[in-house]
Nanobody
Framework: QVQLVESGGGLVQAGGSLRLSCEASESIFSINGMGWYRQVPGKQRELVASITSFGIANYEDSVKGRFTISRDNAKNTVYLQMNSLKPEDTAVYYC?????????????WGKGTLVTVSS
């Protein structure tokens, strides 16, 4: 059971920056992929950014060029650097990690951290 603890959320003005951190309870070498999702009330949780065990990153279109996902294997931590924040980025951000693929995939989630961007 991988435990994930997020930190770094808060209130920021539009155009500002925040960095989210997600620390895993065990080595992320054993995890196939990690990512950040976000959710607003009444909407489905959406994938914002992901990074594979090989360091390949992918981004949702609306955050490309503004957000950067990275990982520090030595610290078992994944980061999400968020720049040029917009009010529509306001959401609860969840860290995700998974092992396995397809029917064998098992997901782990953090409890979430709230990001609020004021206009």
């Amino acid at each position: 059971q991988v435990q994930l603890v997020e930190s770094g959320g808060g209130l920021v003005q539009a155009g500002g920056s925040l960095r989210l951190s997600c620390e895993a309870s065990e080595s992320i070498f054993s995890i196939n992929g990690m990512g950040w999702y976000r959710q607003v009330p009444g909407k489905q949780r959406e994938l914002v950014a992901s990074i594979t065990s090989f360091g390949i990153a992918n981004y949702e279109d609306s955050v490309k060029g503004r957000f950067t996902i990275s990982r520090d294997n030595a610290k078992n931590t994944v980061y999400l650097q968020m720049n040029s924040l917009k009010p529509e980025d306001t959401a609860v951000y969840y860290c995700n990690a998974f092992r396995g693929y397809s029917s064998l995939r098992r997901d782990y989630w953090g409890k979430g951290t709230l990001v609020t961007v004021s206009s």
